[in-house]
């Protein structure tokens, strides 16, 4: 009897363990692919400013899976740059595809980058009058394809003269004139037959079919682009100072690619025969929308928050690459615990401690990392005691029974694998101060600017919840537009120029008018 409770025990508590542990694989029948191949720009490369990183995402995935990979991507490539070198492979390189089971491209942020870049210094080049371009430089050496580091370098943000110099100093009009230059630059390429209709989608539509003409039967995963500017608050005031221009500068600037990141995936989304690896939402690893008091938290997977714009690097640094190396292999499948380069990696970072939530909850499903199991367990035997007692006439037996208790607690921490969020209701929101960071400035008119385009454009559908659109309407008329816009960018200019005395509110300034 004793052998059968003991062995009824054990198998409770190994079935109590094994029910226990993450179960992320169970279902993971993926087969792992044999071969990959890398093609896009300096991202998929692993480069950064200057030098690159010492395992790039595809070094990763290779490990992971044990299958050869073939990196063919290029520094400051686009898509076109990406059709082309397609439709010159080697027969080395097309043989790579052929045999290829995954193809993962990472394309489309030189796109951007471009086209913005372009578009400032063109402006900076026409106001002649102003100093917008720095010493050294004229509208005759803007190249056909600006970079990042050509637009820190022959623009002129905050120097003399400067852009910034031009907003604080200047008229209503004249902060106007920027924030709409600035408006124009990202509409010119998320808008209705901007860079994304003309230029990038095709391109990469021409690309996917250029591949699957090689190789039919290969997956093609395409890595959606991060939001890079998700600059901390704290880093911004200490930087910049919290009520700057230069601070005003950055959310706007902040805020608009969002909204053009936004714009790229639906696009990108849309094309037949890829899947979409949502590196973004890795990066900014958190549930709300970003905002200037919570922009997310890309600034861990980029070194962007230097003490300039000028140093500032884009690209992922060590941390993003392992993110995107779990986000790809989160989308191949074929998922194991690992022991080689990607929990190596990981373990190795300094500040591993720091790593956004969702993006771990991701590195943990791949890795098959599985938080510690305690059980304990707690038994009480059996003791029964029997007493007699015998006289002339009578015997009597009493026996006594104490019960067997057998307590088995188990706590399992399993990787995280899905999250549900509640969404609070939207919080009020003071009339003007559309992003509700406590201030009335040219990010909320901005804003309000963005989401008439929004609401006037093909599907007639805005972004704002219903307190952001009362925040927006300040002229009370039920409507958000660009009178709107205009009214909460003169007020800002308002608010900017009083020294002394009281402020009047926004309904009183707008009454004034």
Not at 14 to 19: E, G
Not at 60 to 74: E, F, M, P, Q
Not at 322 to 346: C, N, Q, V
């Amino acid at each position: 009897m004793k052998k059968i409770v003991s062995a009824v025990l054990a198998a409770a508590m190994s079935i109590t363990a094994i029910t226990a542990s993450p179960a992320v694989y169970a279902a993971d029948k993926a087969a792992s692919p044999k071969s990959m191949v890398v093609l896009g720009d300096s991202i998929a490369a692993g480069g950064l400013r200057t030098g690159s990183v010492k395992y790039n995402y595809g070094d990763i995935c290779g490990d992971y899976l044990g299958c050869k990979v073939s990196n063919y991507a290029v520094s400051g490539y686009d898509t076109s740059d990406l059709v082309n070198e397609i439709e010159s492979f080697t027969d080395t390189q097309k043989k790579a595809v052929s045999d290829a089971d995954v193809v993962v491209i990472s394309i489309g942020g030189n796109d951007m980058m471009h086209a913005l870049s372009k578009y400032l210094l063109d402006f900076a080049g026409r106001k002649t009058s102003e100093k917008f371009l720095n010493d050294g430089y004229t509208k005759d050496d803007i190249p056909e394809k600006p970079s990042l580091t050509d637009l820190t370098q022959m623009l002129n943000i905050r120097g003399e003269g400067g852009l910034m110099d031009y907003m604080a100093k200047g008229t209503f009009a004249q902060k106007r004139e920027v924030t709409d230059e600035i408006g124009s630059a990202f509409a010119n390429i998320y808008g209705s037959g901007g860079t994304f209709d003309s230029e990038t989608i095709p391109n990469l539509e021409k690309a996917v079919e250029d591949i699957k003409a090689i190789a039919p039967n290969t997956r093609i995963l395409v890595t959606n682009v991060y939001q890079p500017l998700q600059l901390q608050p704290s880093y911004v005031e200490k930087t910049y100072g919290k009520q700057s221009d230069y601070a005003t500068f950055l959310s706007i600037l902040r805020m608009r690619c969002e909204a053009m990141m936004k714009e790229y995936d639906i696009k990108l989304n849309a094309i037949d025969g890829i899947e979409v690896v949502d590196v973004k939402s890795q990066f900014t690893s958190q549930e709300k929308e970003p905002s200037t008091s919570a922009p997310g938290n890309a600034s861990y997977f980029v070194d962007i928050q230097t003490s300039s714009l000028s140093t500032a690097d884009v690209h992922p640094n060590q941390k993003g690459h392992i993110a995107m190396a779990a986000a790809i292999l989160d989308k191949i499948g074929s998922l194991h615990t690992d022991s080689g380069l990607l929990s190596k990696t990981f373990n190795g970072l300094s500040d591993k401690d720091a790593y956004p939530e969702i993006a771990l909850a991701t590195y943990k499903k791949v890795a098959g990392v599985k938080d510690v199991v305690t059980t304990t367990t707690t038994s009480t035997t059996s003791k029964t005691t029997t007493t007699t007692t015998t006289t002339s006439t009578t015997t009597t037996t009493t026996t006594k029974k104490t019960t067997t208790s057998t307590t088995t607690t188990t706590t399992a921490t399993a990787p995280p694998v899905t999250t549900t969020t509640t969404t609070p209701p939207a919080p009020k929101i003071p009339k003007g101060d559309v992003n509700n960071s406590g201030k009335i400035d040219a990010v909320d008119a901005s804003a309000v600017l963005s989401e008439y385009a929004k609401l006037s454009g093909s599907s007639g559908k805005g972004e704002f919840n219903a307190e952001q659109t009362k925040a927006a309407d300040v002229d009370d008329n039920g409507k958000v537009d660009a009178v709107d816009a205009s009214k909460i960018l003169s007020y800002y200019a308002y608010i900017s120029t009083v020294k002394s005395g009281g402020i009047m509110s926004i309904d009183q300034y707008i009454k004034s008018l």
